[in-house]
């Protein structure tokens, strides 16, 4: 509110119009035979709406705190700060337990051998009347998808090479028997044989327990061929994903929050700013008269304050 105050005395008068925001203090002691005076000077205050959405953006729910909107605001956005870093924390650390937990499920389950092996001596079992060799995928070790073969020892002098892919076994299944072979178990590994028939026959369990189903994909059915390590491989790998996204979600929710906090409170801000001016325009005038206290008089009367605000 505006205010003017003027201070009259037996001997001297102060008149003082003030424009402000809020009022500073100033004690004037005059040298007056008779007369002791306060004047109160306000100074204009300068509203910065930037200054609490840089803290809101840093800080969630520090902009509120700074505008003085009510505890339920601040305590609100640090809360939703909070509940996200330790949501984040959560899920990122169970996805890693549960890669780790399927990667060594598969170290365990799948190998190069049985793949090779299942190629070249394909299982008798049947299922549903149909049998392994009806499934071109599962007849040979090339297709839309390879996986990635170090080779070591003799063999690598006699071939002159290190690195293979996966597709050269159907053509040297051989190679598997020297030992100096081995599959790069790497990303691209662990979902490709959780992901393509061409690498069923990896699994330990292929021979005797693989089966087909069908699947529906919207328009059309596919045949999923599987075996029950590979099933259980599966939903390792699913368990896995489904943590990794919500580390996603709680990302996306951390930084909403920065985003939402630090709009609000420049909205509040320029409400308030502006409340105060319709305020300021609408105020009333008032007037106050009281005596100055002077320890000088024996009486302790200096003089007479008149206050005028308007």
């Known amino acids: 509110m505006l205010k003017s105050f003027s201070i009259f005395s037996l001997s001297f008068l102060y008149l003082g119009f003030l424009f402000a925001q809020d009022t500073t203090v100033v004690e004037v002691q005059e040298s007056i035979q008779d007369s002791t005076s306060v004047l109160l ?3 204009e205050q300068v509203n910065y709406p930037g200054k609490p959405l840089i803290m809101s953006l840093v ?9 003085k909107s009510p505890m339920w605001k601040t305590a609100s956005f640090l809360g939703v700060e909070l509940g996200s870093i330790i949501a984040w924390n959560y899920f990122f650390k169970e996805s890693q337990r549960l890669k780790e937990d399927y990667k060594a499920f598969a170290d365990l389950h799948w190998t190069l051998n049985d793949w090779v092996t299942n190629r ?7 299922h549903e009347s149909m049998s392994w060799t009806n499934f071109t995928a599962l007849t040979k070790l090339t297709g839309t998808h390879d996986l990635s073969l170090i080779i070591s020892g003799d063999l690598a002098n006699e071939l002159n090479l290190t690195q293979v892919s996966s597709d050269s076994l159907d053509i040297h299944p051989g190679w598997i028997q020297s030992g100096d072979v081995v599959v790069v178990r790497d990303g691209h590994f662990y979902e490709n044989i959780g992901k393509y028939d061409q690498f069923l026959g990896g699994w330990s369990d292929a021979k005797d327990a693989w089966y087909w189903e069908e699947k529906d994909v919207g328009d059309s059915t596919e045949i999923i061929i599987k075996t029950p390590l590979k099933e259980n491989y599966i ?8 943590m990794l996204s919500a580390v996603k ?7 909403f929050n920065h985003v939402i906090s630090g709009i609000e409170s420049v909205w509040t801000n320029q409400r308030k700013a502006s409340d105060d001016q319709k305020l300021e325009k609408t105020s009333s005038i008032d007037t106050k008269l009281s005596l100055v206290y002077n320890p000088s008089n024996p009486g302790g009367i200096g003089g007479l304050r008149f206050a005028l605000y308007f």
């Open 120 to 126: 070249f001596e394909p299982p008798t079992q049947m």
């Open 41 to 43: 000077i306000e100074q």
């Open 235 to 242: 939903n390792q790998r699913y368990e896995s994903n489904q």
């Open 59 to 67: 800080l969630p729910g520090a902009g509120q705190y700074y505008n």
């Open 249 to 255: 979600y709680s990302i996306t929710v951390l930084m």
